[in-house]
């Protein structure tokens, strides 16, 4: 398991035991309100260690809930919520007012990232593809991975998305586990080939099938996508 920053208080100590036991569903700290937590963040920015400590407590319920998106057993949960819990420090100790977020924004995209990598790692290190790899990046350059896609089933999740070198790594992986049909319509709804996303309707006219069919045949290739998942 990876290990958590060595600089808790035993207060912290004590929360992340009882999140990795599982006895968190009722005991999260409420979140701070605007005024108090604009406040440690100015702490933060002066090196308070009680105003640092005080936003991660506060905010542990955002860790927890990013890990349920990505754990698949009780194991894995307590690795995730601990490696989620570094990039929930990486924030507080990061986060800048002028980034025109609030905190939990700002939070919830650096604990996705510390996880992210983390699974990056492990498939690098076995030599395997990862559905966590990026794909691209936003207009506002941030990284957009293709679980962003298959969670959302949304063809505005990747809209402007400059496509990477590692999409052709990525085709490898979607094709080992996607009929041809399903393949070609999955990268024609979401824009995969570094062209404009179809519709459902334009695909089904290219290919001359109904649009409900080409409907089915899309949440069938996205379900086969996300037993990877599992």
């Known amino acids: 398991m990876a290990k958590i920053i060595?600089?808790?208080?035993?207060?912290?100590?004590?929360?992340?035991?009882?999140?990795?036991?599982?006895?968190?569903?009722?005991?999260?700290?409420?979140?701070?309100?605007?005024?108090?937590?604009?406040?440690?963040?100015?702490?933060?920015?002066?090196?308070?260690?009680?105003?640092?400590?005080?936003?991660?407590?506060?905010?542990?319920?955002?860790?927890?809930?990013?890990?349920?998106?990505?754990?698949?057993?009780?194991?894995?949960?307590e690795e995730l919520i601990s490696i989620g819990t570094i990039g929930l420090i990486k924030a507080v100790s990061s986060f800048k007012a002028d980034y025109g977020n609030r905190f939990a924004t700002f939070a919830i995209r650096c604990i996705e990232n510390e996880i992210l990598m983390h699974f990056r790692s492990c498939k690098k290190s076995r030599g395997d593809v990862s559905i966590f790899e990026p794909i691209g990046t936003d207009k506002e350059g941030n990284q957009i991975h293709l679980v962003d896609v298959i969670e959302n089933g949304q063809s505005d999740v990747v809209?402007?998305?400059?496509?990477?070198?590692?999409?052709?790594?990525?085709?490898?992986?979607?094709?080992?586990?996607?009929?041809?049909?399903?393949?070609?319509?999955?990268?024609?709804r979401f824009g995969l080939d570094g062209e404009k996303e179809l519709t459902q309707r334009q695909i089904a006219k290219t290919l001359s099938i109904s649009r409900s069919y080409v409907s089915r045949i899309e949440k069938a290739g996205l379900k086969k996508l996300r037993k990877l998942l599992e």
């Open 6 to 77: 060595s600089q808790n208080t035993d207060l912290n100590i004590i929360y992340y035991k009882q999140i990795m036991t599982g006895c968190y569903v009722n005991t999260f700290l409420s979140p701070l309100s605007l005024e108090r937590e604009t406040e440690c963040l100015k702490k933060v920015a002066q090196n308070d260690k009680e105003a640092k400590d005080e936003l991660i407590l506060h905010n542990m319920r955002l860790v927890a809930h990013v890990t349920k998106k990505y754990a698949v057993c009780e194991d894995e949960m």
């Open 159 to 188: 809209s402007d998305i400059e496509v990477s070198e590692s999409l052709k790594i990525l085709r490898q992986n979607m094709r080992s586990v996607l009929s041809d049909r399903e393949y070609y319509i999955i990268t024609k």
